[in-house]
């Protein structure tokens, strides 16, 4: 099984293993490194790289900036503002908020082309909570090319979850909270930009203004929910 990165151990993908992951090439992988869009590899024995999950997450929030219309020089200047050292978990969070302004991106997949995609064997159990969570949906239509339909980003997310020692019932329930809440900030934000632009609506100037400050609202959703997740975590633990 591979080791990954983010976990106190060293990564051990190659940039094959990596690409095949992200489901990207291995010379996009080459090409977003010379930009400085991914870290350098770790430098093993025979002057091989290897590459850990910091570089999948970041590959994932890469690829979905991208499907935000973002064009390669926004997307450094994002990765740029991004406080240094941060996790795999923290760039899978970035990565979740963004998607949220963007329509669904499920793709097909098949079942040994899902185990690969999430690096890891996955039991019926597996499956069923995969599917329970709103990372899969099986495929229904007869002669379709897949088995599931899947999110990339969020199959990586929701595997992780698999190991977390917290109740089916539980994660479901963070799931909809969290679905409720950041559906209600895109709203109001929404709203606000409609009022800044005025009306009637000018869709290039709607467009124009979401592109320059959706970056921005995304890294504050994030430093604003991390820092009221501890606050109120401590405050659970410390009341007790």
């Known amino acids: ?108 997949a098949t079942r040994a082309e899902l185990e690969r995609r999430a690096g890891r064997a996955l039991s019926d159990e597996d499956i069923d909570r995969l599917v329970a969570m709103g990372v899969l949906a099986r495929a229904d239509a ?33 799931r909809t909270v969290l679905l409720e809440h950041t559906r209600s900030a895109a709203q109001a934000l929404s709203r606000l930009f409609r009022d800044e632009v005025g009306h009637p609506y000018d869709v290039a100037a709607m467009k124009s203004l979401s592109a320059h400050v959706q970056p921005m609202v995304v890294q504050a959703l994030v430093t604003a929910f991390q820092r009221s997740l501890k606050e109120e975590l401590r405050a659970a633990f410390t009341d007790g």
């Not at 020089?73 to 503002?81: D, G, N, S």
């Not at 007869?142 to 019932?169: C, F, K, N, Q, T």
């Open 142 to 174: 007869a002669g379709s090319p897949g088995d599931y339909r899947v999110d990339p980003g969020l199959l990586r997310l929701g595997v992780e979850l698999l190991d977390v020692p917290i109740s089916h019932e539980t994660i479901l329930a963070a």
């Open 1 to 108: 099984m591979d080791t990954e990165a983010g976990t106190g151990q060293e990564p051990t993908l190659t940039v094959d293993e990596l690409a095949a992951r992200a489901g990207v090439t291995v010379r996009t992988i080459r090409f977003y490194s010379t930009r400085g869009l991914l870290p350098p590899p770790v430098i093993g024995p025979r002057r091989v790289g290897h590459y850990g999950q910091d570089h999948l997450s970041r590959l994932a929030l890469i690829e979905e900036l991208q499907h935000q219309g973002m064009t390669l020089a926004a997307i450094e200047r994002y990765l740029e503002q991004l406080p240094p050292g941060l996790s795999a978990h923290d760039l899978a969070i970035h990565r979740a908020l963004v998607a949220t302004w963007a329509p669904d991106s499920a793709q097909d």
